[in-house]
């Protein structure tokens, strides 16, 4: 049994130094974000302002042009930009500051709570990892090498052990596809300022994105772990957030997705309801998405009710499990002092890890080199 009040009375000192950052961080990043917000907002009102009033807007223009208005939109500029400027650098020091305290603060905490396995706040998943996964698409990028990675991962924090005979590897990661912003389609007029407000508005409206993570693909647990078989090509299963949304359309436009392979139809109507597949070879994918093994993973998307996503590649399996707040941190949206964090982060570990008995990994499983020896 853990004691998390032993824990907390450990960490108060922290904690409570802590406490302070993360209220101070939350301010300047609230105000910077609705005051990037506005801004793109207003550029993107500004051809319906022209259009509704446009005598009025170029009457202000070539009063502009003549000099005769500079002055108030030097003032206007001034009292925008300057604190814009603060506001950022604010956030910017004071999130620093709070995840060099956090480092220290989940360090202890996961010793405590998880000790069979071994943390590391400063290793991450490297970008190579999340590739080979295939869960996040790649888009066309002009002049793009072969070596160039086109996802990047921002964050750190990793834990490797074993779970019966099952290796498991499991971080926090925040995936930025640099895909789109290098593409052709940055060409096209209004595109980048459309894409720009779609990335910053996003998170207001959706409980699975934050504030704090704008212009991000992916946020949460990303984990590797042995799988009982060996294949050639990549199954991927991705939540049917489309399906949901456009019906049978959706379909249509599922089987253009030529990154990840062919869509893959299967007889299970409750999987079918939550997940889509793809994959490069379908006998494989088939063969790997058992009857059992699909019921198993339907029942995880309910046990966890957050999106998931898997992928089947050579004896590993691939898993991210998506969390606006992040994987092995602390919930910024809460107090430290006051709220149950210690217990939340003990329970998305477990769930985790229980991942394995879940899907029922340790069962006749694939012998191979240790997995924490070849990450």
């Given amino acids: 049994m853990i004691n998390f009040q032993k824990i907390?009375?450990?960490?108060?000192?922290?904690?409570?130094?802590?406490?302070?950052?993360?209220?101070?961080?939350l301010f300047f990043q609230k105000a910077f974000s609705i005051m990037v917000s506005t801004m793109i907002l207003g550029f993107l009102f500004l051809p319906f302002i022209t259009y509704v009033n446009n005598s009025g807007f170029s009457k202000w223009i070539a009063k502009a042009a003549s000099g005769k208005s500079m002055g108030g939109l030097q003032l206007i500029m001034t009292l925008y930009w300057l604190p814009l400027f603060i506001f950022m650098i604010g956030a910017y020091?004071?999130?620093?500051?709070?995840?060099n305290l956090e480092g220290k603060i989940m360090k202890v905490v996961l010793e405590r709570i998880i000790p069979q396995f071994i943390f590391d706040?400063?290793?991450?998943?490297?970008?190579?990892?999340?590739?080979?996964?295939?869960?996040?698409?790649?888009?066309?990028?002009?002049?793009?090498?072969?070596?160039?990675?086109?996802?990047?991962?921002?964050?750190?924090?990793?834990?490797?052990?074993?779970?019966?005979?099952?290796?498991?590897?499991m971080g926090d990661v925040k995936v930025i596809n640099q895909g789109i912003s290098s593409s052709v389609l940055m060409y096209i007029p209004l595109f980048p300022h459309l894409y720009m407000a779609y990335n910053y508005i996003k998170p207001w409206f959706s409980k699975h994105h934050s504030t704090e993570h704008f212009g991000s693909n992916f946020v949460g647990m990303f984990a590797m772990m042995d799988f009982n078989k060996r294949f050639n090509g990549h199954t991927v299963i991705l939540p049917d957030v489309m399906e949901k949304r456009v019906g049978y359309l959706a379909k249509n436009l599922q089987n253009l997705n030529m990154a990840r392979g062919q869509l893959?139809?299967?007889?299970?109507?409750?999987?079918?309801?939550d997940f889509v597949v793809y994959s490069t070879d379908q006998v494989e994918a088939r063969y790997i998405l058992s009857t059992s093994l699909m019921e198993r993973i339907t029942l995880l998307k309910r046990k966890i009710d957050k999106p998931i996503m898997l992928s089947f590649y050579g004896n590993k399996l691939y898993l991210g499990v998506q969390n606006p707040h992040g994987f092995l941190c602390l919930n910024k949206k809460e107090s430290l002092l006051s709220s149950n964090i210690f217990e939340k982060v003990h329970e998305d570990i477990t769930a985790?890890?229980?991942?394995?008995?879940?899907?029922n990994l340790?069962?006749?499983?694939?012998?191979?080199?240790?997995?924490?020896?070849?990450?």
């Fill in 362 to 375: 340790n069962t006749k499983i694939w012998k191979n080199e240790s997995f924490t020896k070849s990450v």
């Fill in 93 to 99: 020091s004071y999130k620093t500051k709070f995840k």
């Fill in 8 to 25: 907390r009375t450990e960490l108060h000192p922290l904690l409570v130094e802590a406490e302070h950052l993360r209220k101070k961080h």
């Fill in 264 to 273: 893959v139809h299967l007889e299970d109507t409750e999987f079918e309801k």
């Fill in 121 to 169: 706040p400063y290793k991450q998943i490297s970008s190579q990892q999340i590739e080979e996964s295939k869960l996040f698409p790649s888009y066309f990028q002009i002049g793009k090498k072969k070596n160039k990675q086109s996802v990047t991962n921002l964050h750190s924090g990793t834990l490797t052990g074993t779970v019966g005979d099952t290796s498991m590897l």
């Fill in 352 to 359: 985790a890890i229980d991942i394995v008995e879940d899907l």
